[in-house]
């Protein structure tokens, strides 16, 4: 059976309709360790590929005849060459490689419906599956805003074509650090006003509109508002958006499994009350039907049947460990003093989302290379 090549999207697809798969992964041992393709149905082998260039006979009694077997590496090369020696090992096994590595699925979107809304309205969350990364896009009679782009402006602009709408207005939530922001461009490329918390804008180089609280976006003519919420804690500046009276999108202050960490700009100890005010204050004040949409998710389980991550406040308020702390000081404690470790080149990336730095294609995609790392655990 010859080698097939998977795409990203074929990947996701796997993921999302819970599809099993044995993935083959030829990183080096502290690379996979560190970040993975993951899947509910997924079983993995980790064999650096310095260690099959005599040959892959040792592992071929690990490797199952009844699955669907995809070869994964860092860049695409490495994963062609094993698969082509799993296959001409044994034949009857169905082998793959995925086009581009890790890189690839690491910039990948998969747009999904998460609701209608209000006179015809439409949601839709890009679920960065290989990153953590959630985006979304609000539509109404021909209007769309985008609510924290990742940097893959054609994504954007191509789905809004699709959808014969024009994206009139770009948020980005607070200043990103985990991922670079695609909220600029996307406004330069079609002349939407990009909003950006002012608090998190001082050192910004460009121009763009104040996010303030209490600010009323209407999208459209159907009274689809999305409506801004001063939510500070991960940043000073963070902001929350609440989309027609049903949905909570909350940045990087709320996650489904866990809460937002503190410290991404030096200043947790600083900051770690205006993140527990919010949390346990502001949140707490908002109806707890509402849909929590955030910005990332950590970890496979938080996603949903559908593939979309969201989840009830009022379940939230009860499920997740960080709304339930009762104890201020052991509150701090676990923001502050036991966090895990900072996202990859952290620092650059706030840089290029001041527009202080404009590094290349390529130097961002290694920028943004491994899991984000944006909550507390």
Known sequence: MSVIKWTASD???????????????????????????????????????????????????????????????????????????????DATLSVSYLEGGMKSWSSYLEPIK???LSGNGELYQFVRLGKGCLSYMVISEGEAALIDAVRFTEVFTSFAEEKNVKIKHVFDTHLHADHISGGRSIAEATGATYYLPSKDAEEVVFDYKPL???LMVQIGASNIEVGALYSPGHTIGS????????????????????????????????????????????YRELAEDLIVLPAHFMIIDELNENG?????????????????????GEFRSIVTDHLPPQPNAYQQIRQVNMGKINPNYEEQTEMEIGPNRCSVR
């Open 239 to 282: 902001t929350s958006f609440v989309v027609d009276d049903k949905y909570l999108l909350t940045g990087d202050i709320l996650f489904i499994d866990s809460i937002g960490r503190p410290d991404l700009a030096g200043l947790a100890d600083n900051w770690v009350g205006d993140l527990r005010e919010t949390l346990y204050r502001r």
């Open 11 to 89: 990947v996701a697809r796997k993921v999302i309709e819970n599809q099993s798969l044995f993935i083959l992964d030829v990183r080096n041992a502290d690379a996979y360790e560190d970040w993975k393709i993951e899947g509910h149905q997924f079983d993995y082998l980790n064999i650096p590929y310095f260690e099959l260039l005599d040959g892959v006979e040792s592992i071929i009694p690990q490797i199952p005849t009844d699955k669907d077997i995809l070869v994964v590496c860092a860049k695409e090369g490495s994963s062609i060459m094993v698969a082509d020696m799993l296959s001409e090992a």
């Open 114 to 116: 998460v609701a209608d």
């Open 308 to 328: 979309t991550v969201a989840k009830r406040l009022g379940d939230l308020l009860v499920e997740n460990h960080g709304l339930n702390i009762e104890d201020e």
């Open 212 to 214: 303030e609280d209490g």
